[in-house]
């Protein structure tokens, strides 16, 4: 398992610039061909626009990339709700990436297992074999936003989704948090198979998951897991009072 370490930023555009960077910087170094994974929420959506944009975008190897996603909505790919659709909009397409490395969560599946079937399909083809072997991540870099509730990608808190130990993406009917619409996520093993993984927190809303994750709570973000380094960037809005002084 990887090291944990959290990084507390001055305000949210502290983070979004460190977050850039951070991800420029892992981005411009993989090898010929690499995978990365990337996040919903609204934290990411300033950190893929500084990447889509000058200078960071020239750091980005684009033909080397195919991007993958730790969750969706089950939702149409168009639809506001849509984080391949934000993901497109303010990173994928900006930076011309073509549409065969871009692997979006089928969601026009008849439901929302059927759709993490396929994808795991899709991401097993992409890995070569269906058994994850921590010599070999899956993923190059995973982002990951957190929920109020200490939610990671649609692996929300209670959840049997959470205790998913087999499977690599798993369906879910009943997300109990807003939007409430189904989701498609990735599990914990699959999100762990990464060569690094780097949180975005931002907002006094998330320091209460924050001081319990630091407590030691059993929260789905507390377990997530990386072959490589978990970095936590974090503002000083969402950071409890432990990680200032
Ligand atoms: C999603 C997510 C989710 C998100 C967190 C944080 O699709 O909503 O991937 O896990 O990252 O809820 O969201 P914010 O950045 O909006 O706080």
Request: aromatic share 6%; charged share 20%.
């Amino acid at each position: 398992m990887g090291l944990r370490e959290f990084v507390v930023l001055d305000d949210h555009e502290a983070l979004v610039a460190a977050a850039a960077e951070r991800i420029a910087a892992v981005l411009e170094a993989v090898g010929p061909r690499a995978a990365v994974c990337l996040t919903g929420g609204s934290t990411v959506t300033p950190v893929y626009r500084a990447l889509a944009a000058p200078p960071l975008r020239r750091r980005i190897p684009v033909g080397r990339i195919d991007w993958f996603f730790g969750d969706d909505r089950f939702v149409p790919p168009d639809h506001a709700l849509s984080n391949v659709a934000q993901a497109r909009a303010t990173l994928l397409d900006p930076l011309g990436v073509p549409a065969g490395r871009v692997h979006a969560m089928p969601t026009a599946a008849t439901d929302p297992d059927a759709a993490a079937r396929e994808y795991e399909t899709t991401l097993v083809a992409h890995y070569g074999v269906g058994r994850l072997d921590p010599a070999r991540p899956l993923f190059d870099l995973v982002l990951l936003g957190m929920g109020p509730d200490g939610h990671v990608a649609s692996l929300f808190p209670g959840k049997p989704q959470i205790e998913e130990s087999e499977r690599w993406v798993v369906g879910v009917d009943d997300a109990g948090h807003p939007p409430l619409v189904p989701r498609v996520s990735l599990t914990l093993p699959a999100l762990a198979s990464s060569r690094a993984l780097l949180f975005i927190v931002s907002g006094q809303d998330k320091r209460p998951a924050l001081s319990r994750l630091l407590a030691g709570d059993d929260l789905p973000a507390a377990r997530v897991r990386s072959t490589g380094p978990v970095t936590w960037l974090v503002d000083r809005a969402a950071a409890p009072q432990t990680l200032i002084e």
